[in-house]
């Protein structure tokens, strides 16, 4: 019975093959290494969200902001994954604090209305 229940199981969820969320992990990763979150910063104007977030690691200030159409949870996942991203870099922007603006939507309408016209 097992052989034919298993190929509906595939692939087998390991600890090894699960990704904990992005928010947990950051998380979990400031308090594992005493890094702190020095600025959490988040508002919505005109239906477009912003959410910037700084922590620092090491003496080193890693930041990252966000700026598109996604709804505040789903800002804060972006950015929380691009600082682990930063932190797991080993901080190899050790002379300029890491700094990404991303406007996903605003640059793809952009594009849009360029090629469109």
Do not use: F
């Amino acid at each position: 019975m097992w052989q034919s229940i298993r190929p509906l199981l595939e692939p087998l969820v390991t600890p090894e093959t699960l990704k904990l969320h992005p928010i947990r992990e950051l998380n979990e990763l400031c308090q594992k290494r005493s890094y702190k979150i020095i600025l959490e910063d988040v508002s919505r104007k005109d239906g477009l969200t912003y959410y910037r977030m700084e922590v620092e690691a090491d003496g080193i200030i890693h930041k990252y902001e966000y700026k598109g159409d996604a709804l505040r949870d789903t800002a804060k996942k972006i950015v929380c994954k691009e600082i682990l991203n930063s932190l797991k870099d080993g901080g190899a922007h050790k002379d300029t604090a890491k700094k990404i603006v991303c406007e996903e939507k605003l640059n793809s309408l952009k594009e849009g209305e360029s090629n469109g016209a």
